[in-house]
């Protein structure tokens, strides 16, 4: 069965504090986006091993990878004895920000809980989700737009953010968000996390766009301090007078949002020689 796995963008994400177990709480507004791989996952009846295989050569096919733990964990769940193949078309970038592993692994847990008849409940297939990656939950149940808050595993569904056409920018920077996470300080932000509140309203009341000055990510200082070129990547994309530019996540990949797509398409063919670039959209 092939499935398609979609990727993730931060409107907002606001660090809170650090915890005493090394986490960070946070609040984050996260946006499905139509970028998606491609995941073939098959039953093998004369094995009872989970093979991975991708057309990336950079994804990791051994213990690191997430649609791996995924079926590794179903499987130890259910107590179902069963061999597993699952092939990844992979188009979204690795270490972008965009959620491609977290995606693929629930979208993993899904496939295999529809091949069984559905063994797991929806609160035991989150329970897995929570288990492989703070954000994993936010890529079951087709959740569009959703408020993530505590280290991020906590997904409340809020209303779906309007139709809006975006361009991806890819650096070719593979960002570590454990390093990320450790590079912050904590003295050059906020921590009140009150433009996720001020978005989220936005969103529920339509006027998203007028909020759009709002949308942030506390990383960006650190990241860009690390990585000045995507801080000149943000700048030169702003020469072309999108409505906002950030970064996602924990890095790289840097988004601007447009109003219509006539403005998002004439940005894209000025910018698509310079930098490396694909078109897309919320999804809705």
Do not use: W
Request: proline share 4%.
């Amino acid at each position: 069965m092939k499935v398609n796995s979609y990727a993730k963008i931060n409107l907002t994400l606001e660090i809170l504090k650090k915890r005493d177990d090394g986490y960070h709480n946070l609040r984050s507004i996260m946006q499905l986006i139509d970028l998606h791989d491609i995941l073939d996952i098959s039953l093998n009846e004369n094995s009872n091993e989970v093979k991975v295989q991708s057309s990336n050569s950079d994804v990791p096919l051994d213990c690191f990878n997430t649609c791996l733990k995924a079926a590794n964990l179903f499987l130890a769940k259910t107590g179902i004895k069963s061999g597993i193949n699952i092939y990844i078309e992979k188009y979204i970038p690795l270490g972008g920000g965009l959620g491609g592993g977290s995606s693929n692994a629930a979208k993993t847990l899904e496939t295999l809980n529809s091949f069984f008849d559905k063994p797991l409940s929806d609160d035991e297939l989150i329970e897995i989700a929570k288990s492989i990656g703070a954000d994993v939950p936010f890529f079951l149940d087709d959740i569009k737009t959703a408020l993530c808050e505590n280290i991020g595993d906590q997904i409340i569904e809020i209303t779906t953010a309007p139709p809006s056409p975006i361009i991806l920018f890819f650096p070719d920077i593979n960002s570590n968000t454990v390093e990320a996470y450790n590079s912050l300080d904590l003295s050059e932000l906020k921590l009140t996390g009150e433009k996720t509140t001020f978005v989220k309203q936005a969103i529920e009341m339509d006027f998203f766009y007028d909020s759009l000055q709002y949308l942030c990510n506390d990383f960006e200082k650190s990241i860009f301090r690390k990585y000045p070129v995507l801080a000149e990547i943000k700048e030169m994309i702003k020469t072309e007078s999108p409505s906002q530019v950030l970064m996602s996540g924990s890095g790289s990949t840097v988004f601007a949002i447009f109003k219509n797509s006539e403005s998002r398409d004439k940005t894209y063919d000025n910018l698509r020689n310079k930098l490396k670039c694909v078109k897309s959209e919320f999804m809705i």
